[in-house]
């Protein structure tokens, strides 16, 4: 049982945490980083701090379900609590072997993150907490309980509560306190009070089942049945308002043999794996190698995807909305061009975002653009790109699956917006792959199975408890299986090899990933930081390396056919793959690619500065097959009409050598939205602009081309718009970064040295009577030195305060100072002087732990220490 000072039990939460050694300190920190920002200045401070609101509820978020239950159970026993009295109020009268094995662990993890503090006991929980979990007309307790006797009891007249006495049998009392103690013994005495229910009628036992096991409130009427009469008459309910009454908590607890819970669950649910009939007959013993090739697979077409979108935005995307994020159209045109639903597009869209591929570009006209950093991700090896984005997507706080919904405004989510951010994102992400990593290789796990255990082990994060599936985390994880899907992480639901290697051991000093990235405590944190970017670095050189062997390998041939279609039987090399993507449409996807060559893409090809005899090279070159005759014939047919008429800028102006050519324009109606007037016999105006004129022409089943100013032909490539460098948006974690080894033993001996500092016992200063009246100066003196006796920081004159320094550094013993920095911030330290010259004194700073240098002047006092702490 821990000890205070003297060898007393602790009497609070400070004196508790001052008997645990330097690894429980840290221990606590790692569990609780929200109380190391900033370092308290000694343990009483660390104390108050784990007691505030905000940090408890935070504390208990993360306590899995029966290690809440099990501070549930505390805060509805009388305080404080010995262990034997938990233990009943979870296991109840008959036992239960799971939860005596179960609770030793909770009520130790409860104690290493001082929710709860005493031996085993007096097991005290921390107020805040208690105020949190006890039940109240206002807050129900989620045991179902209500409150105790004396509670529900407080104001009621002595008169009642002797009647009360009376009619349960009991002999009257001299005092309330008496009577309310009387009455609690009796629901407490599992003898009489079966005694007092065998009495009762069967319509009054009724009642109180459907109030045992809550909530405890009924309403009443003015005029009550008798049941419910028979009830308040021995106490078994009682008031709580004017027409509300309630079933106290012994009487309930009698009523639930003992328990303070209808279901304790003292052992997480398994995962288990999807059934035979769920999976279907083809997928129902998935081996590890079809998982494998189904999830490279399903890779391949996420880079594919991913680079096709780039491609769609390459000469800049969509407009940046004034509120931030893509609109509601620019999404559905991205869906069509990506050939997906909506949803499924602004996974990609942000996926390609958090990977630090797509930014704004910050012009005026602001849009969306690939950034510089996709030129190199481009020229990765497949294997290594596939890697930066399952790492992106794993460490990310973007949440695609909220687009399109609403916020508590009522606002409408957009994709790239700036609402999408969810802290808890990469932890159920991790989480989810975690428990996939549970089963056999090649096992798909039950969905319901899988949002079972994740709420048993965040049940505060869930809505288990209301019966509810459509929770943030409950969501979060089914979207996690389906992008995981989506970007081969898993293969038929299962997860793969090259998914299992994303999941590098984590270092004691980290939590999440996501951590990496948080700008926030650039200084401090900075250590922690890079540790875990070089977790995430070897997790993504794993993945790539167990990718590697999955994916095919570039191919540098294509299989052309005579209905003008070309089969590409997989992954083509880059140059191959550009330029059949500007020759030919592509018509279909999956394992085998199938472009279709048109009148319209090869003259795409020959705008772009091909001729008929590269085209025919290029074909004849890369392709396995001989190059049908159909296809030659499109070729030299295009190529002969291109560049028959020229388009050129006047307003625009239309020339050609055949002059019938131009007949035929003027006459076909079509051309009458051109405007167009013949201004010689092989020259025809326009009142359209030249890409408007084109267009028309091209329309019209002509082949023009556009033309320079000095008459040459213009060829038209696309053009790469860029962002200026841009960084991949920081992930915003779900409360403060874990710290690191280093600053967590950094952060124990600073606490350490400043609770010694606070609590060192300084000698008494005698103040000697005074034989004649004392000065105003005295008599100031005097008080401080009375003051720094009784622990409030020393106050002693200049002469005074370099006379006990240099006879510290004389003797080498430590003192007591009171110090005010250059920000005029005061604090108390302990001091081992070593030398004092030119104003200034020299010391081990016990509060530091390092030799430090002081100004005499910004010392405000100083006092001998009764024992010497070095």
């Not at 009796?186 to 009724?206: G, I, N, Q, V």
């Not at 001989?626 to 560049?643: C, F, N, S, T």
Request: aromatic share 4%; net charge negative; with cysteine.
């Amino acid at each position: 049982m821990p000890e205070g000072t003297g060898g007393t039990p602790p009497r609070t939460l400070a004196e508790a945490l001052r008997t645990q050694s330097d690894e429980s300190l840290a221990a606590l920190l790692r569990a609780r980083p929200d109380l190391l920002t900033p370092v308290p200045n000694d343990l009483s401070q660390l104390a108050t701090r784990a007691g505030t609101r905000a940090s408890v509820v935070r504390a208990l978020e993360r306590l899995d379900r029966f290690t809440l239950q099990t501070a549930e159970a505390l805060a509805v026993a009388p305080e404080p609590a010995p262990y034997d009295t938990l233990r009943a109020l979870l296991t109840g009268d008959e036992g239960d072997a799971r939860i005596e094995a179960a609770l030793p662990g909770a009520v130790r993890t409860l104690r290493d993150r001082a929710l709860i503090w005493g031996g085993d006991d007096r097991l005290r929980l921390v107020r805040t907490a208690r105020e949190l979990l006890a039940p109240s007309p206002t807050h129900p307790s989620p045991t179902g309980l209500g409150p105790t006797v004396a509670e529900a009891t407080s104001g009621m007249s002595p008169g009642r509560l002797q009647e009360i006495l009376a009619a349960a049998w009991l002999p009257s009392t001299h005092d309330p306190v008496s009577a309310v103690a009387s009455l609690t013994a009796l629901f407490t005495d599992r003898t009489r009070m079966a005694a007092l229910l065998d009495t009762a009628p069967m319509e009054a036992l009724s009642v109180l089942d459907r109030l045992v096991w809550g909530p405890p409130y009924g309403e009443v009427t003015s005029s009550p049945t008798p049941p419910v009469q028979w009830l308040r008459d021995r106490g078994l309910l009682l008031p709580a308002t004017t027409r509300t009454v309630v079933l106290p908590r012994e009487a309930a607890l009698h009523l639930r043999a003992g328990r303070a819970h209808r279901t304790p669950e003292p052992v997480a649910p398994d995962v288990a794996p999807r059934s035979p009939e769920a999976a279907g007959s083809a997928n129902a013993g998935n081996r590890p190698q079809v998982v494998d090739s189904a999830a490279a697979a399903q890779a391949y077409t996420a880079l594919a995807t991913v680079e096709e979108l780039a491609k769609d935005w390459n000469e800049g995307g969509p407009n940046v909305l004034r509120a931030g994020g893509l609109s509601v159209r620019d999404l559905k045109r991205t869906a069509a061009a990506l050939d997906v639903s909506e949803s499924v597009a602004a996974f990609w869209v942000e996926l390609t975002y958090a990977a630090g591929l797509l930014a704004t570009d910050g012009e005026p006209d602001e849009r969306y653009a690939p950034t510089p950093a996709y030129d190199e991700w481009q020229e990765l090896p497949a294997p290594e790109r596939w890697a930066r984005l399952a790492t992106a997507w794993l460490t990310a706080t973007r949440t695609p699956g909220l687009v399109g919904s609403q916020d508590s405004k009522g606002r409408t989510l957009a994709a790239l917006g700036p609402d999408l951010d969810r802290g808890a994102a990469p932890e159920v992400r991790r989480r989810i792959l975690e428990l996939l990593a549970t089963l056999p290789e090649g096992t798909a796990p039950d969905p319901e199975s899988l949002l079972a255990r994740l709420r048993w082990e965040r049940p505060l994060r869930g809505a288990s408890s209301a019966g509810r599936s459509d929770d943030l985390r409950s969501r979060l994880a089914a979207w996690t299986l389906n992008e995981a899907e989506m970007l081969g992480v898993t293969g038929r639901g299962a997860l793969s090899s090259h998914g299992r290697a994303l999941l590098a051991p984590r270092s004691p000093g980290t939590r999440e990933i996501q951590d990496a990235r948080d700008t926030r405590a650039p200084g401090a944190a900075g250590a922690g930081v890079a540790g875990v970017a070089g977790v995430a670095g070897v997790a993504g050189q794993r993945a790539a390396a167990a990718l590697a062997p999955l994916l095919p390998e570039p191919l540098d041939h294509v299989l052309l056919q005579a209905d003008l279609t070309a089969v590409a039987p997989g992954p083509l090399l880059r140059p191959l793959a550009e330029l059949l993507s500007i020759a030919a449409d592509v018509e279909s996807k999956g394992g085998a690619t199938v472009y279709r060559f048109t009148p319209g893409s090869v003259r795409r090809a020959l705008d772009a500065g091909q001729s008929a005899s590269d085209l025919h090279d290029f074909l004849r070159v890369h392709s396995r097959t001989p190059v049908p005759q159909p296809l030659a014939y499109l070729i030299d047919d295009v190529a002969r009409k291109h560049g028959h008429l020229r388009v050129g800028s006047a307003s625009a102006y239309v020339r050609c050598d055949d002059e019938a050519v131009l007949d035929e324009i003027l006459a076909d109606k079509r051309s009458q939205g051109l405007r167009l007037r013949r201004l010689a016999p092989t020259v025809l105006s326009a009142h359209a602009d030249p890409a408007a004129l084109l267009d028309g022409l091209r329309t019209m089943g002509f082949a023009p081309a556009a033309e320079s100013a000095e008459g040459d032909v213009m060829i038209t490539r696309a053009h790469a718009h860029r962002t200026p460098p841009r960084t991949a948006p920081a992930p915003v974690p779900d409360g403060p970064p874990v710290p690191d080894a280093t600053l967590l033993g950094a952060a124990v001996r600073a606490i350490r040295a400043g609770d010694l500092a606070a609590t060192v016992v300084r000698k008494p200063v005698q103040v000697p009577e005074p034989s004649a009246p004392l000065s105003g100066e005295a008599v100031a003196a005097a008080a401080a030195a009375t003051a720094s006796g009784n622990g409030e920081l020393p106050r002693t004159t200049s002469a005074e305060t370099l006379a006990t320094v240099q006879a510290a550094a004389m003797t080498g013993s430590a003192v007591w100072i009171g110090y005010v920095n250059a920000d005029g911030a005061a604090s108390q330290r302990v001091i081992a002087p070593v030398r004092v010259e030119g104003g200034y004194v020299t010391a081990y700073d016990h509060t530091a732990d390092e030799v430090r240098t002081y100004p005499l002047h910004r010392i405000t006092g100083v006092a001998e220490l009764a024992d010497d702490p070095a």
